[in-house]
């Protein structure tokens, strides 16, 4: 029986398979594999996905007569429905860091909700996005029919994103994402002192006593699996610079990982960092902090790289945000305050 793996990342953009062909499977064209295998779907999404070269045997991409053999690594992105959302132009600056006909890298500012949905129908990074494709002089005639979210940050999380601009980037840079061939870190501040670098495993899924926030479940089946590499870039005695490197991309995992080993973000409100966890309660200390919140008013997390292959020339390409001026500012507050204190 072939191993059948099946994944939902950054917030359920796209459906993944991974499948392992038995060491007996016979010679047998990649697209009829398939479809004994992955559920509720039908040739034409096969055929569009070879044709889109988001299928891939042993990570290199195929057509749809390549013949399977055993033990091959079969995967396959398939991009669920769009939501029928009306997308409103809207001339919102945007801080572009690269863009081309293939892809553009934004660097996301704090405040700004990725896609619109309930409750956030403008003012989002996608609006942004459709006026600025609707201004650019190759999209006059060929205009797409929305920007290609390939992963998502929060609201409140700034830093890199990647959009692809053309449906083979979108399968491809979605493929890198599953395939894990991406390198993305993150930095960010969290309460206590973090004794040393490590990794956080551990399946999340929706809390079952709030739906609007994620939950670590080390045991069980619940949820899926998610696993975040960390280092500690600074130690502030009651706080931590940390960085963060993804090995999945499961909704709010960093947030949700560091709240599981009792670490926090900095001012995290969903997730408890927003109390002050660390540190006495006289009232200079305890002023200080909620300064703090203030100036940074919302989770201490940036994502300050991205590293990826170009869907189209096949480079290797690297890009980097600056940490912000409010996680910046905090920081120094912190160095200060620790330098300058009297225990």
């Known amino acids: 029986m072939a191993e059948v793996e099946e994944q939902e990342e ?27 295998r992955v559920p509720n779907t039908s040739r034409t999404k ?66 700004m909700v990725v896609h619109p949905g309930y409750g956030n129908y403008t003012g989002t990074l996608v609006n942004a996005l459709v006026y600025h494709f609707e201004n650019l002089p190759e999209f006059k005639d060929g205009l797409p029919s929305r920007p290609g979210l390939v992963h998502r940050l929060d609201k409140n999380t700034t830093g890199v994103m990647v959009v692809a601009k053309t449906e083979r980037a979108l399968t491809e840079l979605s493929l890198q994402f599953f395939e894990r061939t991406t390198d993305r870190r993150y930095v960010a501040l969290v309460w206590g002192d973090v004794s040393e670098d490590g990794t956080i495993e551990g399946h999340i ?26 280092k500690v870039l600074e130690r502030l005695n009651y706080v931590t610079l940390v960085e963060c490197k993804l090995e999945t991309g499961r909704t709010h995992q960093i947030r949700a990982h560091f709240k599981h080993i009792g670490h926090p973000l900095f001012n995290d409100p969903e997730y408890g960092g927003n109390k002050i966890l660390k540190g006495t309660t006289f009232s200079k200390y305890k002023q200080f902090v909620i300064n703090n919140f203030k100036i940074l008013d919302r989770q201490a997390l940036h994502a300050r790289k991205l590293e990826l292959t170009h869907p189209k020339t096949g480079k290797r390409m690297n890009f980097e945000s600056e940490v912000p001026e409010d996680f910046s500012e905090v920081l120094e507050r912190w160095r200060h305050y620790i330098k300058h204190r009297k225990d």
């Open 46 to 111: 096969i055929k569009e996905a070879t044709q889109n070269g988001n299928v891939h045997v042993n990570n290199q991409p195929v057509k749809a007569n390549y013949k399977v053999k055993p033990e091959d690594v079969i995967s396959i992105v398939l991009p669920y429905p769009q939501r029928e959302i009306e997308l409103i132009p809207q001339d919102i600056p945007l801080k572009v860091l690269y863009e081309d006909d293939t892809l553009i890298i934004i660097d996301k500012p704090t405040n």
């Open 205 to 230: 899924g929706r809390s079952l006593k709030n739906r609007k926030v994620m939950s670590v479940f080390p045991d069980g089946d619940y949820g899926k699996p998610a696993i975040t590499h960390y």
């Open 10 to 36: 950054e917030n359920e953009l796209f459906e993944h398979y991974r499948i392992v062909a038995d060491k007996g499977q016979e010679a047998l064209r990649v697209d009829k594999f398939l479809m004994d």
